[in-house]
């Protein structure tokens, strides 16, 4: 049978970009990188950040930004890596903005902080659309999801300045193409790194921590 | 170090109610179940449904009200089925909402129709917020996804009637405690029924299946 399509139309975006502006310029008053974090719920966002934070944590000062629909655990898991993690709990809201952001750096001794991570809240939608004020977006795509995600959610990965393929441990046991990916993404976002790795396993992962070094230096 | 708390509280919830009830209303008058499927990308709600829909195509006149962010080609996969198709595009937005899922059963003849399958938008956050006058909400999680989900994103499983763990084909290659996991759904949400199951596989599929001839009888 047929496909009807309605289409809804919904203004989500509010007037979020001259805060992300102010917040942007905040930092780089203080030589603070900023990084954005941002994937679906289970692809692998604390293990990223908990894995860098290791290989990092005796040359740069660190501090996590986690955000979390409600308490979590995150935040404790990070803290074991002694940097200091501020959770910001939305109370059921789906993502972050940069006002909040900004709550979170202002509990900042910014003179004495060298990177920042922002752990996005776990989805792929509406995450996207709201610029923090952080200088680098890093979308972590796994591979169990499947690799048509690009196509349903583009926003995410058109934003992108490094697309993290995460669990290629397991690769062996899904369907998603790791040759042809790469040509997806370039597709809609041409200046994308894309790196598969497993941070889990730490397969591929000296190319991201690379990635951090040149971008910090 | 310490783990600083601080809660941003945000009012995500419209006056959907409303508009819920007179949906449940007129399904009722008409004698159609809908349920509402939600699940975070790539945890298979397609797969789920598109299987549904062979196993009861010949018992139950089906239509999929399919919720996407962009124009996906769910909607094409499921009509390849031989059922309706209604594709609401939210340009973006992170959610349904009952108003949207109205203009979706006008375009319906819901005198000839049994059942509807609501395919929510990809991710645990905000969609569960959103009543939109289905009677039941299945939640998909998958086993890459981690068993700890249910605490990080709650609503969504306090609100289920049935979880339904897919991907049980791969367990062997993750974390996902599947002896514990129940325990941790009956914690939050006594009522409801877990289901493991593979839809690529069909392993488990039949205890969902005899779950809705139940639910429509």
């Known amino acids: 049978m047929a496909v009807r399509t ?15 502006e102010e917040n942007r310029k905040l930092l780089d008053s203080h030589h603070v990188l900023m990084i ?28 996590v930004i986690e955000g979390n629909v409600s ?21 059921g809201g789906c993502h972050l903005d940069a006002q909040m952001i900004r709550k979170a750096l ?29 200088h680098k977006n890093a979308v972590i795509l796994s591979i169990p999801e499947g690799d048509d995600k690009p196509y349903k959610y583009p926003v995410m990965f058109v934003e992108a300045d ?34 598969p790795i497993s941070a889990k396993t730490g397969e591929g992962m000296d190319r991201w921590f690379s990635w951090i070094d040149e971008t910090l230096n």
């Open 6 to 20: 309605l289409t809804v139309k919904e203004n989500i975006l509010g007037a979020n970009n001259e805060k992300a």
């Open 36 to 63: 954005n974090v941002m994937s679906s719920s289970g692809s692998g966002k604390t293990s990223l950040i908990t894995r860098t934070i290791q290989q990092f944590r005796d040359k740069y000062r660190i501090a």
């Open 71 to 91: 308490p979590s655990i995150d935040a404790e898991k990070i803290t074991q890596n002694n940097v200091l993690a501020i959770q910001l709990n939305t109370s």
């Open 106 to 134: 202002d509990t900042l001794d910014l003179d004495r902080t060298d990177l920042i991570f922002i752990e996005n809240i776990g989805n792929l939608v509406c995450t996207a659309d709201f610029d923090l004020g952080a």
């Open 162 to 195: 490094v697309v993290l393929v995460n669990k290629v441990d397991v690769r062996a046991h899904f369907d998603f193409n790791l040759d042809t990916f790469p040509g997806i993404i370039s597709g809609m976002n041409p200046s994308a790194r894309i790196y």
